[in-house]
């Protein structure tokens, strides 16, 4: 997901300064008036001082448990020296959280992605400590290294979506200020079911790396919610649009889960689905015309039964009983 806010004549200067001063450790980004704008420059506690010595001192007064901020940070003594830091803690404005998750790969772009080394997304101010740097480090290191050609197609791939072409993306743009891509397979895939066609199934994953909305592959489409809940994956988020033919009826119904015993490499991506599921719901409707009957959200696909969901199409009404006045004694 990206926005169209852009980076600041102001915002480039200060990070024009703090790329070629080693007084400073780090700059503070937020966003407003629908752009990227500086807050401050944190300056190094001496010239010698150690990236954990810096990094004490940032949590007070800067970070705060209800307000998102982007903070770049000199971490590294050889280039790319720097890491961009996307905060977002829970308690924030539910806008502001879309609006910072929206650019954060803007951010990195606009003040050149050479300069950085790694991006992260965190939620809470212990993260911004010297043991959360320590223990992003170690997760880090449990990943399995990548081989070279791995390597040189991931970075091929970057390339792509940064010069926008062979992506196979197309951005809608939901609003003023956001814009969703997604692949041309996802769109597609939402007309067909709109239309009548297809499997009947379409299941959706963002990918962490991108942000794009991708199709799941799927076999036929399961005949029944059991068989449905069987195809949901249990330990990641998903988008599921099924059509659900059962009497003479065919609703198209959407699920959104958020398995809570979710993989290792979820929980960083997490926050994405429930900051997209708007802009999902609007591009299957407003693009593709799909007319969604039921809404369902739950955390473990396990509790979707055929039971709750026929419950929700075609809920019971309960027959008003008739008040009968008593009859008068001696009639």
């Known amino acids: 997901m990206q926005s169209g ?62 307000e998102a901020l982007y903070i770049i940070l000199r971490r590294y ?91 196979g993306a197309r951005e809608i743009h939901l609003s003023k200020n956001l814009a969703m891509p997604v692949t041309e397979e996802v769109l597609g895939g939402l007309k067909e079911l709109a239309a009548g066609g297809g499997t009947g199934l379409i299941m959706l994953k963002i990918n962490p790396e991108t942000e794009v909305v991708e199709l799941v592959p799927s076999s036929a489409a399961p005949s029944s919610i059991p068989e449905l809940v069987d195809t949901i994956s249990a330990t990641e988020p998903r988008f599921t649009f099924y059509r659900y033919s059962h009497g003479a009826d065919s609703p198209v119904l959407f699920f959104y889960t958020c398995p809570t015993k979710a993989g290792t490499k979820a929980i960083k991506f997490r926050m994405m689905y429930p900051l997209m599921k708007r802009a999902v719901l609007a591009i299957a409707e407003k693009e593709a015309g799909l007319q969604i009957e039921k809404k369902f959200e739950v955390e473990e696909p396990a509790e979707i039964t055929e039971e709750s969901v026929l419950e929700e199409l075609h809920p019971k009404v309960e027959a008003k009983k008739v008040f009968s006045r008593p009859k008068r004694p001696g009639r």
Do not use: C, W
Request: proline share 6%; aromatic share 6%; glycine share 6%.
């Open 77 to 167: 003594s050889s280039a790319p020296a720097l890491v961009a830091v996307t905060y977002v803690p829970d308690a924030a404005p539910v806008r502001q959280k879309m609006l910072f998750a929206a650019t954060r790969l803007t951010l990195v772009r606009e003040l050149g992605s050479e300069h950085f080394r790694e991006t992260i997304f965190a939620t809470l101010p212990t993260e911004l400590t010297p043991a959360g740097f320590e223990k992003h480090d170690a997760h880090n290191a449990l990943d399995a290294p990548l081989t070279e050609e791995e390597r040189t197609l991931g970075d091929v791939k970057r390339a792509e979506q940064e010069a926008g072409v062979g992506t």
């Open 5 to 66: 806010i852009t980076a600041s004549q102001e915002l480039a200067s200060q990070f024009n300064t703090l790329l070629g001063s080693g007084a400073h450790f780090g700059l503070l980004v937020t966003i407003a008036k629908e752009q990227l704008l500086p807050l401050a420059l944190l300056t190094a506690s001496s010239p010698a001082s150690s990236f954990a010595s810096n990094i004490t001192s940032l949590l007070t007064p800067h970070v705060k448990t209800n």
